[in-house]
């Protein structure tokens, strides 16, 4: 996750209180909460209390003095790298103490009361399944509650997460992030005050051969049955005419299983794609689409020639990368228009581009942080898979967690038939070997735009490096 404060307030206080500095903590370019230095304070006493001061990072010191602009800045800075650095701090930054803070924050800031409501999550075929919440439930309770509603057995939940989308004109999604365990869903979609902005159910897996244990249910079954389909739909995997054809019959026939076994074969099966954007791989200014799936990032990019060149980078030989942002400073309330993208987001990966070549590729994209969380998400899968580790037990939910059962259970239904594949889709190219240098466009908050903390880096234990038989 990406932690900024990149603006301060100052706040009338209460009951003719004196004023006092607020900082806005951004998270993934949109506000989260506004909190107080004090608040921060408390959470670090309360980590130090829990973890010892070795493990805890040094928290900026208390001023006996009203601090000037330029040391509220300076303390800014300082909050901001406390704050980054307990959240890459695997400990640390899955800690509840850690997590419940900010989802209280963040009910505290949107000033959401604790209520029951009914929250609509959405399947990939559009089906709303509706859930009755509270508007203080975390990430994991909401996600139990839909598994409750659609009867998804206990130990096929974690196989899926919620998604924070925006739907576009033509009813596809855009996604935006996988939601986290440090925000209420509810108060997360409901404070961007734009109805375009929906929480949806999908896999959150990449290796297709889990598709095995999900299909061992009928409703896991269903459930990736219906993403198939809708991922073919908007044309997220390549189907020629005769593939299609046999698509086409396998769902008449009701065939999910083999509709889903044909569909594994295909381009793209199980990829994630992004919407159109810009890079500076090969070369600067060049219009991409980037999808994530099969443990790499797939550019298809648009030269300024007009040709269109694909190629892959896969996660393995990924060094590190990071997500920069650049929030303009704002005369009027902060967050006042949270649902706009004022937010510049850049991602960039170093990579193993031959035996002895690291090279920086940038993707500037609205969508750079859910594009972190699929790089990350495939680096945990590997991991658990190179130790030898369960997918199932990665998966396993909270032991205490509190779980509602519905009397009446939700079917998930079949989608419509297919549409015919769009027959405009042009060729793609290899990439060309003979690649042209980049160097990183970091945005700094700091000073210099090349001050770059280690904490701001997602080092990789996935990397691999390659022998001459690979170049």
Not at 254 to 268: D, G, N, P, W
Not at 380 to 408: Q, T
Request: one cysteine or more; charged letters at 25%; a neutral charge.
């Amino acid at each position: 996750m990406h932690f900024s404060i990149p603006e301060t307030e100052t706040r009338a206080g209460d009951g003719g209180a004196a004023a006092y500095v607020a900082y806005n903590i951004h998270v993934n370019g949109v506000l989260h909460c506004r909190v107080r230095y004090s608040q921060l304070l408390g959470l670090h006493e309360q980590l130090r209390k829990e973890y010892g001061a070795n493990v805890v990072p040094a928290f900026p010191p208390k001023k006996i003095f009203t601090l000037t602009p330029a040391e509220v800045e300076q303390r800014r800075e300082q909050l901001e790298k406390y704050m980054q650095a307990v959240r890459q701090d695997p400990m640390l930054g899955g800690s509840e103490t850690f997590n419940s803070f900010l989802r209280k924050a963040q009910q505290e800031t949107q000033q959401i009361p604790t209520e029951e409501v009914v929250l609509e999550v959405l399947l990939s075929n559009g089906q709303k399944v509706k859930v009755t919440i509270l508007t203080s439930d975390q990430t994991e309770d909401v996600l139990e509650a839909v598994a409750s509603k659609l009867d998804l057995p206990d130990d096929l939940v974690g196989y899926f997460s919620l998604f924070l989308v925006r739907e576009t004109k033509d009813g596809a999604f855009s996604f935006v992030r996988k939601l986290q365990e440090f925000e209420l869903p509810y108060v997360s979609v409901t404070s961007l005050h734009n109805p375009e902005f929906r929480i949806i159910l999908r896999k959150s897996y990449w290796d297709s051969a889990y598709d095995d244990d999900v299909m061992e249910h009928r409703v896991g079954l269903n459930l990736l049955y219906a993403q198939t389909v809708s991922d073919i739909e908007h044309g997220w995997i390549v189907v020629n005419k005769e593939q299609h054809r046999q698509l086409k019959s396998l769902q008449e026939k009701v065939s999910k299983k083999e509709f889903i076994r044909l569909a594994q074969t295909l381009k793209y099966y199980g990829y994630l794609k992004f919407d159109p954007c810009v890079t500076d791989f090969p070369e600067k200014g060049c219009h991409v689409v980037v999808s994530a799936g099969n443990n790499e990032l797939n550019f298809q990019v648009r030269l300024p020639n007009e040709q269109i060149k694909e190629g892959s980078f896969k996660v393995t030989r990924m060094r590190c990368w990071r997500v920069t942002s650049s929030v303009p400073m704002s005369n009027g309330p902060s967050g006042s228009s949270p649902g706009k993208s004022e937010v510049k987001l850049e991602l960039a990966f170093e990579y193993l581009m031959s035996k002895d070549r690291l090279q920086w590729v940038t993707i500037t994209s609205p969508q750079a942080i859910m594009l972190s969380i699929c790089l990350q998400s495939m680096v945990d899968e590997l991991m658990v898979k190179k130790s030898g580790g369960s997918i199932r037990k990665m998966f396993r939910r909270r032991v205490n967690g509190a779980l509602r059962r519905s009397d009446s259970q939700q079917a998930v239904k079949s989608p419509p038939l297919l549409d015919s594949p769009d027959a405009s889709r042009e060729p793609m190219a290899k990439l060309s070997s003979k690649l042209t240098s980049v160097s990183l466009r970091g945005i700094s908050h700091s000073s210099s735009a090349n001050d770059v903390g280690a904490n701001d880096f997602h080092g990789n234990y996935a990397f691999e490096g390659i022998g001459d038989e690979d170049l």
